[in-house]
C-alpha cells in the first residue's frame, strides 16, 4: 500500500515563501513523475510542476521563475520552492506521483496568501 504525505503548507503574506515536501512510503517500485497540482476555491485542480525521473521539469505559466521543483529519489520525496507568492496562489496543493502503472495522490496541504 502506497502512501504520500504532504507537508509545509500554512498561511504566507504576500512576496513570501513557503516549502511544500511530499513524501512516498509502502510498497514502492519505480516512481516516474512527480508533480504538484493546485485546486483554488471553486476551481478544478491543475496542474502546477511536475519533474520526470530524468529529472526534466515543467511549470505552469503563472508559477515560471517564482516555484521550483525537485525531487530526491532516496528519499521518495517531492519538493516545491514557492517564491514570491500571490495572493492567486491561494488554493489547496497536492502532490502525485507516477508509481510504477499508478498514479497516487497526497491529501492536500492548504496554502493561502493574504496580508
Known amino acids: 500500500q502506497v502512501q504520500l504525505v504532504e507537508s509545509g503548507g500554512g498561511l504566507v503574506q504576500p512576496g513570501g515563501s513557503l516549502r511544500l515536501s511530499c513524501a512516498a512510503s509502502?510498497?514502492?517500485?519505480?516512481?516516474?513523475?512527480m508533480g504538484w497540482y493546485r485546486q483554488a476555491p471553486g476551481k478544478q485542480r491543475d496542474s502546477v510542476a511536475a519533474v520526470t525521473s530524468g529529472g526534466t521539469t515543467n511549470y505552469a505559466e503563472s508559477v515560471k521563475g517564482r516555484f521550483t521543483i525537485t525531487r530526491d529519489n532516496a528519499k521518495k520525496t517531492v519538493y516545491l520552492q514557492m517564491n514570491s507568492l500571490k495572493s492567486e496562489d491561494t488554493g489547496v496543493y497536492y502532490c502525485?506521483?507516477?508509481?510504477?502503472?499508478?498514479?497516487?495522490w497526497g491529501q492536500g496541504t492548504q496554502v493561502t496568501v493574504s496580508s
Open positions: 509502502g510498497s514502492i517500485s519505480n516512481i516516474y513523475t
Open positions: 502525485k506521483m507516477r508509481i510504477g502503472w499508478s498514479d497516487y
